[in-house]
């Protein structure tokens, strides 16, 4: 049997196999943030398509952390009764599922939060003029409170346990990012203060849920922009929570404002240039050729950077990012490379290529990786569904 199907743990969670779902923005809740049947058919789906555990788009931890409408938003307990519907939509297929929790910090929508976007300090959004306003050290410390009290809702709701999201240039990552975090008081400077609010949201986090529900954390292994995380910044990070006591960590990479490194593959021109105005077009025009390089497709494009992280962490590592063949996700796990194989793309073309893989079949993937995916999804917020049109 193929080591993908044997089960494995992160933390006190019993994973069948080794396949997850990594978190993945639908846009298909109501205009008012509530689950609807759409929502809950998408869990379903996936949960019976085999995958061992599912990570449902980013749920927001407060109203200023929002980037997309039609979205969960956790910061009221009127979500725990919606939350556990998903959690029992995907249980009885033996699928465990896990919230991810996040803040866009620089990267939220004012369209939604009606306010200008907060964030360690006020660096510039590309492609583009708009500045975020750097947040007050009272903001940051309920901030941290919203994600615990997040999590506490998630607990409450069934789920099997809650990710930080600290990757993709939002609001953690923008605080372990000497790019975006130029602060000179204790959240920045040095590695130690640049990494205190993810230390602190773990540690308030835990308290709120108690000592064996899971916490895990995506982290962006590198930034890929010049004065961004490195990798050996990364491992530090990751050897602090390792020691604090992270369940499992999911390791990404790259930021928004270098275009899609972090969902690498085709560049679709129409939708990245499509309802922008006339300054932020030219901006795209002027990026496009270093946005095209910096997209290049290869295969398990961060597999490399989890590889060098699991060597020095004791707590369960997941691949993620342009993870497309059998032979080399089965090879992953069996070198030790990773525990964990999570995927996006390909599940929203086929949300059961669990078993296709499971029954052997040939090239059980069809993702092209062609991205439209991700700009309808995450930059027009179109309901999640795949958008590939052969040409
Ligand atoms: C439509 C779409 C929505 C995404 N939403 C999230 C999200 O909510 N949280 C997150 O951490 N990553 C998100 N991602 C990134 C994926 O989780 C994943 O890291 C990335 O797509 C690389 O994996 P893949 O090559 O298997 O697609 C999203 C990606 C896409 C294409």
Redesign the pocket.
């Given at each position: 049997m193929s080591v993908l199907f044997t089960p494995g743990t992160i933390g006190n969670m019993e994973l069948k196999n080794r396949f997850v779902r990594?978190?993945?923005?639908e846009c298909l809740c109501s205009d008012d943030g509530r689950v609807t049947e759409a929502y809950l058919k998408v869990c379903e789906r996936l949960a019976k398509g085999g995958v061992a555990l599912i990570?449902p788009?980013?749920y927001s931890v407060n109203q200023l952390a929002r980037a997309h409408p039609r979205s969960i938003t956790a910061d009221t307990d009127e979500v725990i009764g919606d939350l556990r519907k998903v959690a029992d939509r995907v249980h009885p297929y033996g699928t465990k599922i896990v919230a991810?929790l996040?803040h866009r910090g620089r990267h939220a929508n004012r369209d939604l939060t009606g306010s200008r976007p907060v964030a360690p300090s006020p660096v510039r959004v590309k492609p583009g003029l708009f500045k975020p306003r750097p947040m007050t050290t009272d903001e940051i410390e309920r901030t941290i409170t919203d994600f615990s009290d997040a999590a506490y809702r998630v607990r409450e709701a069934g789920f099997d346990g809650v990710q930080i999201?600290a990757?993709?240039g939002y609001l953690i990552n923008q605080f372990l990012s000497s790019y975006t975090n130029r602060r000179k008081d204790e959240w920045g400077g040095s590695l130690e203060n640049r990494m205190r609010f993810l230390v602190e949201t773990y540690r308030s986090i835990r308290t709120r849920v108690g000592a064996d529900f899971p916490i895990l954390v995506?982290i962006n292994a590198e930034d890929c922009v010049e004065d961004g995380v490195t990798l050996d910044e990364s491992i530090s990070f990751c050897k602090t929570l390792d020691e604090l006591g992270i369940a499992g960590i999911e390791v990404?990479g790259g930021i928004a404002d270098k275009g899609l490194v972090?969902?690498?593959g085709d560049v679709p021109g129409d939708l990245v240039r499509r309802n922008r105005g006339f300054v932020q077009r030219l901006l795209v025009r002027l990026m496009e050729n270093s946005m095209r390089e910096a997209a290049r497709f290869e295969e398990a494009y961060f597999l490399p950077h989890a590889a060098a992280i699991k060597k020095h962490v004791k707590a369960p590592v997941i691949a993620?990012?342009?993870?497309r063949t059998p032979a080399v996700m089965e090879e992953a796990i069996r070198t030790g490379q990773a525990d964990f194989v999570?995927?996006?793309?390909?599940f929203?073309r086929q949300p059961n290529l669990v078993n296709r893989m499971e029954r052997g079949e040939a090239d059980p993937i069809s993702c092209t990786?062609c991205?439209r995916?991700?700009l309808e999804?995450?930059v027009h917020h179109s309901p999640?569904r795949c958008y590939y049109t052969p040409s």
């Open positions: 990594s978190a993945t923005v990570l788009g980013s991810q996040n999201h990757a993709h995506k990404s972090t969902v690498r993620v990012g342009g993870l999570s995927l996006c793309r390909p929203i990786n991205n995916c991700t999804i995450v999640l």
